[in-house]
Protein backbone atom coordinates (compact mmCIF):
# COMPACT_ATOMS: atom_id res chain seq x y z
CA UNK A 1 0.00 0.00 0.00
CA UNK A 2 1.05 3.51 -0.68
CA UNK A 3 2.10 5.91 2.18
CA UNK A 4 1.18 9.69 2.41
CA UNK A 5 3.89 11.99 3.13
CA UNK A 6 3.99 15.05 5.12
CA UNK A 7 1.75 18.16 4.46
CA UNK A 8 3.80 20.69 3.10
CA UNK A 9 6.41 19.08 1.39
CA UNK A 10 6.65 19.21 -2.26
CA UNK A 11 7.98 17.05 -5.69
CA UNK A 12 10.36 18.85 -7.94
CA UNK A 13 9.74 18.13 -11.78
CA UNK A 14 12.45 15.87 -12.31
CA UNK A 15 11.00 13.46 -9.77
CA UNK A 16 7.50 13.80 -11.03
CA UNK A 17 8.55 12.92 -14.47
CA UNK A 18 10.97 9.98 -13.39
CA UNK A 19 7.78 8.47 -12.10
CA UNK A 20 5.37 10.20 -15.00
CA UNK A 21 7.93 7.92 -17.42
CA UNK A 22 7.42 4.88 -15.18
CA UNK A 23 3.71 4.96 -15.53
CA UNK A 24 3.65 5.92 -18.94
CA UNK A 25 5.42 2.68 -19.71
CA UNK A 26 3.16 0.60 -18.06
CA UNK A 27 0.10 1.76 -19.25
CA UNK A 28 1.89 1.75 -23.35
CA UNK A 29 4.07 -1.22 -22.99
CA UNK A 30 6.25 0.42 -25.71
CA UNK A 31 7.92 3.19 -26.78
CA UNK A 32 8.28 5.17 -29.54
CA UNK A 33 12.39 5.17 -30.99
CA UNK A 34 13.10 9.22 -32.17
CA UNK A 35 16.44 9.89 -34.10
CA UNK A 36 18.87 13.45 -32.63
CA UNK A 37 15.71 15.64 -33.30
CA UNK A 38 13.32 13.49 -31.66
CA UNK A 39 11.65 12.63 -34.87
CA UNK A 40 9.81 9.39 -34.79
CA UNK A 41 11.95 6.66 -36.74
CA UNK A 42 8.74 4.29 -36.98
CA UNK A 43 10.58 1.59 -34.84
CA UNK A 44 9.56 0.59 -31.28
CA UNK A 45 11.02 -0.70 -28.01
CA UNK A 46 8.62 -2.55 -26.62
CA UNK A 47 9.18 -3.31 -22.60
CA UNK A 48 8.61 -7.10 -21.45
CA UNK A 49 9.72 -6.21 -17.32
CA UNK A 50 10.26 -3.18 -15.66
CA UNK A 51 12.34 -3.17 -11.90
CA UNK A 52 11.38 -0.48 -9.69
CA UNK A 53 12.65 -0.86 -5.65
CA UNK A 54 12.05 -4.45 -4.83
CA UNK A 55 9.10 -4.68 -7.30
CA UNK A 56 9.04 -6.68 -10.74
CA UNK A 57 6.26 -5.24 -13.37
CA UNK A 58 5.46 -8.33 -16.08
CA UNK A 59 3.34 -7.66 -18.75
CA UNK A 60 0.87 -10.43 -19.28
CA UNK A 61 -1.45 -11.38 -21.77
CA UNK A 62 -4.86 -9.29 -21.95
CA UNK A 63 -2.99 -6.28 -21.35
CA UNK A 64 -2.93 -6.61 -17.82
CA UNK A 65 0.50 -5.82 -15.62
CA UNK A 66 1.53 -8.49 -12.71
CA UNK A 67 3.19 -7.05 -9.61
CA UNK A 68 5.66 -8.99 -7.92
CA UNK A 69 6.26 -7.77 -4.48
CA UNK A 70 6.74 -8.66 -0.83
CA UNK A 71 6.27 -12.50 -1.99
CA UNK A 72 2.64 -11.34 -3.60
CA UNK A 73 1.22 -10.88 -7.08
CA UNK A 74 -1.00 -8.37 -7.97
CA UNK A 75 -2.36 -7.01 -11.28
CA UNK A 76 -4.09 -4.17 -12.97
CA UNK A 77 -4.69 -3.13 -16.27
CA UNK A 78 -2.45 -1.37 -18.62
CA UNK A 79 -5.55 1.29 -19.13
CA UNK A 80 -5.38 2.17 -15.48
CA UNK A 81 -1.87 2.84 -15.51
CA UNK A 82 -2.78 5.28 -18.52
CA UNK A 83 -5.74 6.62 -16.68
CA UNK A 84 -3.06 7.55 -13.70
CA UNK A 85 -0.36 8.40 -15.63
CA UNK A 86 -2.84 11.34 -17.39
CA UNK A 87 -3.78 12.62 -14.10
CA UNK A 88 0.25 12.95 -12.66
CA UNK A 89 0.93 14.80 -15.75
CA UNK A 90 -1.81 17.34 -15.24
CA UNK A 91 0.15 18.41 -11.51
CA UNK A 92 3.52 18.34 -13.84
CA UNK A 93 1.89 20.62 -16.34
CA UNK A 94 0.37 23.28 -13.57
CA UNK A 95 2.33 26.21 -12.67
CA UNK A 96 2.23 25.35 -8.92
CA UNK A 97 3.97 23.08 -6.65
CA UNK A 98 3.11 19.66 -6.41
CA UNK A 99 2.29 18.57 -2.94
CA UNK A 100 4.30 14.61 -1.90
CA UNK A 101 0.59 14.23 -0.81
CA UNK A 102 -1.41 15.30 -3.92
CA UNK A 103 -4.47 12.50 -4.27
CA UNK A 104 -3.52 11.94 -7.50
CA UNK A 105 0.14 10.99 -6.75
CA UNK A 106 -1.05 8.29 -3.71
CA UNK A 107 -3.66 6.75 -5.85
CA UNK A 108 -1.18 6.40 -8.70
CA UNK A 109 1.50 5.10 -5.90
CA UNK A 110 -1.56 2.58 -4.68
CA UNK A 111 -2.05 1.15 -8.24
CA UNK A 112 1.35 -0.19 -8.17
CA UNK A 113 1.90 -0.98 -5.25
CA UNK A 114 4.47 1.33 -4.42
CA UNK A 115 5.43 3.37 -0.97
CA UNK A 116 7.45 6.14 -2.54
CA UNK A 117 7.31 8.30 -5.45
CA UNK A 118 11.20 8.21 -6.66
CA UNK A 119 12.82 4.94 -6.85
CA UNK A 120 16.39 4.63 -5.75
CA UNK A 121 18.58 5.43 -9.01
CA UNK A 122 22.49 4.22 -9.66
CA UNK A 123 24.31 6.78 -10.46
CA UNK A 124 22.23 8.09 -13.84
CA UNK A 125 19.91 5.11 -13.79
CA UNK A 126 15.81 6.41 -12.98
CA UNK A 127 14.53 2.54 -14.15
CA UNK A 128 15.17 -0.34 -15.68
CA UNK A 129 14.02 -3.30 -17.81
CA UNK A 130 13.72 -5.83 -20.26
CA UNK A 131 13.35 -4.74 -23.53
CA UNK A 132 13.40 -5.55 -27.27
CA UNK A 133 14.45 -3.88 -29.63
CA UNK A 134 13.71 -3.72 -33.26
CA UNK A 135 16.12 -6.17 -35.32
CA UNK A 136 17.23 -7.78 -32.11
CA UNK A 137 16.98 -11.20 -31.80
CA UNK A 138 17.21 -11.19 -27.92
CA UNK A 139 16.05 -9.27 -24.73
CA UNK A 140 18.03 -7.29 -22.78
CA UNK A 141 18.03 -6.22 -19.17
CA UNK A 142 19.16 -2.39 -19.28
CA UNK A 143 19.19 0.91 -17.79
CA UNK A 144 17.51 4.14 -18.44
CA UNK A 145 18.15 7.60 -17.57
CA UNK A 146 15.11 9.79 -17.74
CA UNK A 147 15.33 13.69 -19.26
CA UNK A 148 11.97 15.63 -19.01
CA UNK A 149 10.97 18.80 -20.79
CA UNK A 150 7.91 19.24 -18.56
CA UNK A 151 9.71 22.87 -16.43
CA UNK A 152 13.06 23.39 -16.76
CA UNK A 153 15.20 22.04 -19.12
CA UNK A 154 16.71 18.95 -18.26
CA UNK A 155 20.51 18.70 -16.99
CA UNK A 156 23.24 16.59 -18.22
CA UNK A 157 25.66 17.91 -15.60
CA UNK A 158 24.73 19.35 -12.19
CA UNK A 159 26.17 22.20 -10.58
CA UNK A 160 27.54 20.52 -7.34
CA UNK A 161 29.80 23.26 -5.54
CA UNK A 162 33.29 23.12 -5.28
CA UNK A 163 33.20 19.81 -7.32
CA UNK A 164 31.91 21.88 -10.48
CA UNK A 165 33.99 25.12 -10.13
CA UNK A 166 36.35 25.99 -12.67
CA UNK A 167 39.05 28.25 -11.99
CA UNK A 168 40.55 30.43 -14.66
CA UNK A 169 43.79 32.93 -14.57
CA UNK A 170 42.78 36.65 -15.96
CA UNK A 171 45.49 37.89 -17.69
CA UNK A 172 45.83 41.03 -20.46
CA UNK A 173 48.26 41.10 -22.62
CA UNK A 174 50.01 38.56 -21.21
CA UNK A 175 50.52 40.00 -18.06
CA UNK A 176 48.63 39.78 -14.65
CA UNK A 177 46.34 43.13 -14.90
CA UNK A 178 47.19 45.73 -12.04
CA UNK A 179 46.85 48.97 -11.62
CA UNK A 180 44.36 50.63 -14.52
CA UNK A 181 44.03 47.85 -16.39
CA UNK A 182 42.77 45.93 -12.44
CA UNK A 183 40.44 48.86 -11.76
CA UNK A 184 38.92 48.62 -15.24
CA UNK A 185 38.85 44.63 -14.71
CA UNK A 186 36.93 45.56 -11.71
CA UNK A 187 34.83 48.14 -13.22
CA UNK A 188 33.03 45.20 -15.38
CA UNK A 189 32.06 42.90 -12.24
CA UNK A 190 28.42 43.12 -10.89
CA UNK A 191 28.04 45.49 -8.03
CA UNK A 192 24.99 45.98 -5.57
CA UNK A 193 23.92 49.23 -4.69
CA UNK A 194 21.12 49.17 -1.85
CA UNK A 195 18.88 46.20 -3.01
CA UNK A 196 19.80 46.88 -6.45
CA UNK A 197 22.57 44.39 -8.35
CA UNK A 198 24.24 46.33 -11.03
CA UNK A 199 25.36 44.41 -14.22
CA UNK A 200 25.45 40.52 -14.32
CA UNK A 201 28.26 38.15 -13.98
CA UNK A 202 27.64 36.91 -18.08
CA UNK A 203 28.36 40.60 -18.61
CA UNK A 204 31.02 40.75 -16.88
CA UNK A 205 32.88 37.95 -18.75
CA UNK A 206 31.63 39.35 -22.13
CA UNK A 207 32.74 42.70 -21.50
CA UNK A 208 36.41 41.97 -19.83
CA UNK A 209 36.70 39.49 -23.18
CA UNK A 210 35.85 42.47 -25.18
CA UNK A 211 38.01 44.44 -23.88
CA UNK A 212 40.99 42.30 -24.72
CA UNK A 213 41.47 40.29 -21.28
CA UNK A 214 41.86 36.35 -21.64
CA UNK A 215 40.82 33.81 -19.36
CA UNK A 216 43.53 30.92 -19.05
CA UNK A 217 42.29 27.77 -17.41
CA UNK A 218 43.85 27.08 -13.93
CA UNK A 219 41.93 24.31 -12.30
CA UNK A 220 39.05 22.30 -11.41
CA UNK A 221 38.61 22.50 -7.63
CA UNK A 222 36.59 19.44 -7.41
CA UNK A 223 39.05 16.63 -7.60
CA UNK A 224 36.64 13.96 -8.81
CA UNK A 225 35.23 15.84 -11.64
CA UNK A 226 38.96 16.42 -12.44
CA UNK A 227 39.48 12.83 -12.19
CA UNK A 228 36.22 11.91 -14.29
CA UNK A 229 37.35 14.12 -17.00
CA UNK A 230 40.88 12.88 -17.31
CA UNK A 231 39.70 9.48 -17.36
CA UNK A 232 37.38 9.91 -20.37
CA UNK A 233 40.11 12.33 -22.27
CA UNK A 234 43.30 12.85 -20.46
CA UNK A 235 42.86 16.11 -21.51
CA UNK A 236 39.17 16.49 -20.32
CA UNK A 237 39.49 19.40 -18.21
CA UNK A 238 41.20 21.74 -20.75
CA UNK A 239 39.20 20.89 -23.45
CA UNK A 240 35.90 21.36 -21.57
CA UNK A 241 37.37 24.68 -19.51
CA UNK A 242 37.80 26.04 -23.18
CA UNK A 243 34.43 25.59 -24.22
CA UNK A 244 32.69 26.71 -21.34
CA UNK A 245 34.93 30.06 -22.01
CA UNK A 246 33.78 30.36 -25.01
CA UNK A 247 29.76 30.48 -24.51
CA UNK A 248 30.92 34.32 -23.43
CA UNK A 249 32.31 35.10 -26.88
CA UNK A 250 29.12 33.83 -28.65
CA UNK A 251 25.99 35.92 -29.71
CA UNK A 252 23.33 34.60 -27.76
CA UNK A 253 22.98 32.65 -24.72
CA UNK A 254 22.31 28.49 -24.93
CA UNK A 255 24.39 28.71 -27.75
CA UNK A 256 24.81 24.59 -28.36
CA UNK A 257 28.22 22.99 -27.46
CA UNK A 258 28.23 21.88 -30.89
CA UNK A 259 28.80 25.51 -32.44
CA UNK A 260 31.20 26.34 -29.47
CA UNK A 261 33.00 23.82 -30.55
CA UNK A 262 33.18 25.06 -34.10
CA UNK A 263 34.76 28.39 -32.19
CA UNK A 264 37.10 27.00 -30.22
CA UNK A 265 38.95 24.95 -33.15
CA UNK A 266 38.71 27.97 -35.46
CA UNK A 267 40.00 30.17 -32.81
CA UNK A 268 43.23 27.04 -32.20
CA UNK A 269 44.25 29.16 -29.25
CA UNK A 270 45.39 26.91 -26.96
CA UNK A 271 47.65 23.80 -26.93
CA UNK A 272 45.44 21.47 -26.26
CA UNK A 273 42.94 22.02 -29.19
CA UNK A 274 46.47 22.62 -31.74
CA UNK A 275 47.76 19.36 -30.94
CA UNK A 276 44.21 17.85 -32.37
CA UNK A 277 45.17 19.12 -36.34
CA UNK A 278 46.77 21.10 -38.90
CA UNK A 279 43.41 22.39 -39.72
CA UNK A 280 40.14 23.13 -38.65
CA UNK A 281 38.45 20.35 -40.03
CA UNK A 282 40.41 18.22 -38.15
CA UNK A 283 40.38 19.92 -34.51
CA UNK A 284 36.82 20.15 -35.00
CA UNK A 285 35.83 16.71 -35.83
CA UNK A 286 38.13 15.63 -32.74
CA UNK A 287 37.45 17.87 -30.44
CA UNK A 288 33.60 17.37 -31.71
CA UNK A 289 34.14 13.80 -30.51
CA UNK A 290 36.23 14.21 -27.32
CA UNK A 291 33.40 16.45 -25.88
CA UNK A 292 30.41 14.31 -26.94
CA UNK A 293 32.46 11.71 -25.20
CA UNK A 294 32.44 13.41 -22.27
CA UNK A 295 28.52 13.84 -22.92
CA UNK A 296 27.79 10.56 -23.02
CA UNK A 297 29.79 9.77 -20.02
CA UNK A 298 27.93 12.19 -17.93
CA UNK A 299 24.29 11.30 -19.27
CA UNK A 300 24.98 7.25 -18.89
CA UNK A 301 27.17 6.97 -15.51
CA UNK A 302 29.64 9.71 -14.56
CA UNK A 303 28.14 12.15 -11.93
CA UNK A 304 30.92 15.32 -10.12
CA UNK A 305 30.74 14.25 -6.77
CA UNK A 306 31.94 10.72 -7.27
CA UNK A 307 35.13 8.78 -9.28
CA UNK A 308 33.56 6.72 -11.96
CA UNK A 309 34.59 3.75 -12.75
CA UNK A 310 33.64 3.68 -16.49
CA UNK A 311 30.51 1.69 -15.54
CA UNK A 312 26.88 2.84 -17.53
CA UNK A 313 24.23 2.46 -15.51
CA UNK A 314 21.86 3.71 -17.94
CA UNK A 315 23.40 1.68 -20.68
CA UNK A 316 19.29 1.57 -22.40
CA UNK A 317 19.79 5.10 -23.17
CA UNK A 318 17.36 8.10 -22.62
CA UNK A 319 13.98 8.07 -22.14
CA UNK A 320 12.68 11.69 -23.19
CA UNK A 321 9.51 13.44 -21.46
CA UNK A 322 7.98 15.78 -24.07
CA UNK A 323 5.67 18.95 -23.24
CA UNK A 324 2.89 17.24 -24.77
CA UNK A 325 3.23 14.24 -22.66
CA UNK A 326 4.44 12.13 -25.06
CA UNK A 327 7.08 9.32 -23.80
CA UNK A 328 10.29 8.89 -26.18
CA UNK A 329 13.19 6.64 -26.53
CA UNK A 330 16.46 7.69 -27.61
CA UNK A 331 18.36 4.22 -27.68
CA UNK A 332 22.30 3.83 -27.31
CA UNK A 333 22.70 0.75 -29.52
CA UNK A 334 23.42 3.72 -31.76
CA UNK A 335 25.11 5.73 -30.07
CA UNK A 336 25.79 8.33 -32.52
CA UNK A 337 21.69 8.93 -31.99
CA UNK A 338 22.75 9.75 -28.69
CA UNK A 339 25.80 11.84 -28.88
CA UNK A 340 24.77 14.10 -31.71
CA UNK A 341 21.27 14.85 -29.82
CA UNK A 342 23.65 15.77 -26.83
CA UNK A 343 25.82 17.88 -28.46
CA UNK A 344 24.16 19.74 -30.93
CA UNK A 345 21.68 20.69 -27.76
CA UNK A 346 23.37 21.24 -24.69
CA UNK A 347 24.16 24.06 -23.20
CA UNK A 348 26.11 25.89 -20.24
CA UNK A 349 23.73 27.29 -17.93
CA UNK A 350 24.47 31.09 -17.66
CA UNK A 351 26.15 32.29 -14.23
CA UNK A 352 24.74 33.47 -11.71
CA UNK A 353 25.37 34.47 -7.62
CA UNK A 354 23.48 31.20 -6.37
CA UNK A 355 24.71 29.27 -3.82
CA UNK A 356 26.76 27.34 -6.41
CA UNK A 357 27.81 29.95 -8.54
CA UNK A 358 29.82 32.19 -6.42
CA UNK A 359 32.04 33.99 -9.54
CA UNK A 360 34.29 35.33 -6.80
CA UNK A 361 37.10 37.83 -8.02
CA UNK A 362 40.35 37.20 -6.34
CA UNK A 363 43.26 39.75 -6.48
CA UNK A 364 46.30 38.02 -5.04
CA UNK A 365 50.17 38.83 -5.32
CA UNK A 366 51.06 37.88 -9.33
CA UNK A 367 47.69 36.72 -9.47
CA UNK A 368 44.06 37.76 -10.72
CA UNK A 369 41.83 34.74 -10.67
CA UNK A 370 38.01 34.04 -10.94
CA UNK A 371 36.06 30.79 -10.69
CA UNK A 372 32.78 29.60 -13.12
CA UNK A 373 30.53 26.98 -11.86
CA UNK A 374 29.88 23.94 -14.73
CA UNK A 375 26.33 23.28 -15.00
CA UNK A 376 25.00 21.37 -18.56
CA UNK A 377 21.66 21.18 -20.02
CA UNK A 378 20.11 19.89 -23.05
CA UNK A 379 17.27 22.40 -24.75
CA UNK A 380 14.45 20.91 -26.95
CA UNK A 381 15.52 20.63 -30.84
Given at each position: ?41 G?D ?23 Y ?79 S ?29 S ?123 A ?76 Q??
Amino acid sequence: MATKAGAGKTVNKGEGSEFYAFLYILGETKLPLVDKDLKETGRDVNFLKVLREDAIYEFTSGNRVAVYVDGATHYFDCSQAQEEAKKVFSLLVNPGSIPTNAPALNSALKLVCAKKLRAKSANKQDLSASVQFPNVPFSQFIGFSVKSYVGKDPTILNASGDNTRFVYRILKNGQTPSGDELARLKSFYPTTVGNSKIGTYADFYRNALKDGFNFNFKENSGGNLSYNLKFIDSKGPELLARILMEQFAAPRTRTPLADLVDEAARKNDIPEIQALGDNFEDRRNSLRHKIQNILLAFTTGATPAVKWTGAQTASGGLLVVEKSGKVYCLELLSGNVVGNYLIENAYFEQPSGDRHSKNVLTVSPGEVTIDLQLQIRIQHP
